[in-house]
């Protein structure tokens, strides 16, 4: 609908163009037969109430123009601005959700499809400004998920991804050695009882963790494909550390040592500088 109204309003102000330009032509030109150059001055200039009300007509269509362009700005502004405080409220949600490293099914299902909308809501964002800044409430939440989905070690502080008896959903299931034992320890009991008016049945308890709502988590913390990374446009310092005489002489030193050396099982090399 936007685009036929603004080819609507397009076409018009070229019309009405059209026409004062021929209506200037038809006034101003120099090449005006004989007979008409008899009649009186005024008859020469016949064609200025034409020319007054087409150059009117095409201020008001460009004024127009110029201010639907304007409003419609600002309202995807608006859309936008909206988009991101409602993701940026989802990955806090998400985060929170999980942030206690529990693993429980049902908030696990919650957490993925709040984070689902939130990314939906990321891809309506069309001014550039805001979609910069939803980048990074996303780049926040997946720094946040990835230290709750973590651990780290209490000497070298390396963090390790969760094994996977915590996903059969049991509390207590670093105690299981195999997935066999934990996924039995998960597994529902069953129960016979008799139906009663007086008391509400026994409601079986899915334990083990949902494994689309896993997915779901997962693939967040992954970069996308189209993932723009500042970082690429960096370049380093190149083994000028020896002009170094601020906070970055030890910076400058490593970046320089690290660009030209490498180490593996316990013995250095040098890059090949080619």
Not at 123 to 128: Q, T
Not at 138 to 149: E, H, I, K, P, V
Not at 216 to 239: H, K, M, Q, R
Request: charge should be neutral; glycine fraction near 4%; proline fraction near 5%.
């Amino acid at each position: 609908m936007r685009t036929t109204i603004t080819i609507l309003i397009l076409s018009l102000a070229a019309i009405v163009a059209m026409v004062l330009i021929i209506a200037l032509l038809l006034t101003f030109d120099s090449r005006i037969p004989e007979p008409l150059a008899e009649l009186p001055r005024l008859a020469q200039w016949a064609y200025l109430p034409t020319i007054a009300i087409s150059a009117g007509v095409l201020v008001a269509l460009l004024s127009f123009e110029r201010e639907r362009r304007k409003h419609e700005s600002e309202n995807e502004r608006m859309r936008s601005r909206i988009f991101l405080e409602r993701a940026a409220s989802a990955f806090e949600a998400v985060c929170r959700l999980l942030g206690n490293r529990n693993n429980d099914r049902m908030t696990w299902v919650r957490a993925a499809r709040t984070l689902l909308r939130a990314v939906q809501l990321g891809k309506k964002i069309r001014d550039p400004d805001y979609k910069l800044a939803y980048e990074l409430e996303a780049d926040r939440a997946r720094n946040d998920l990835y230290n709750s989905l973590t651990s780290a070690d209490e000497l070298t502080g390396v963090r390790s991804p969760l094994p996977p008896q915590f996903f059969y959903g049991i509390p207590d299931w670093w105690k299981y050695e195999t997935l066999d034992e934990a996924a039995v320890k998960a597994s529902s009991s069953i129960n016979v009882y008799s139906m009663s008016i007086d008391k509400l049945p026994p409601q079986p308890h899915l334990k083990q963790l949902s494994p689309r709502s896993i997915v779901a988590i997962y693939d967040f913390l992954e970069y996308p494909n189209d993932y723009e990374d500042l970082l690429d446009s960096v370049d380093t310092w190149g083994d000028k550390w020896q002009d170094s005489h601020g906070v970055d002489q030890g910076a400058r030193r490593y970046v320089a040592h690290a660009d030209s050396t490498f180490a593996i099982d316990g013995k250095l090399h040098k890059k090949d500088s080619r």
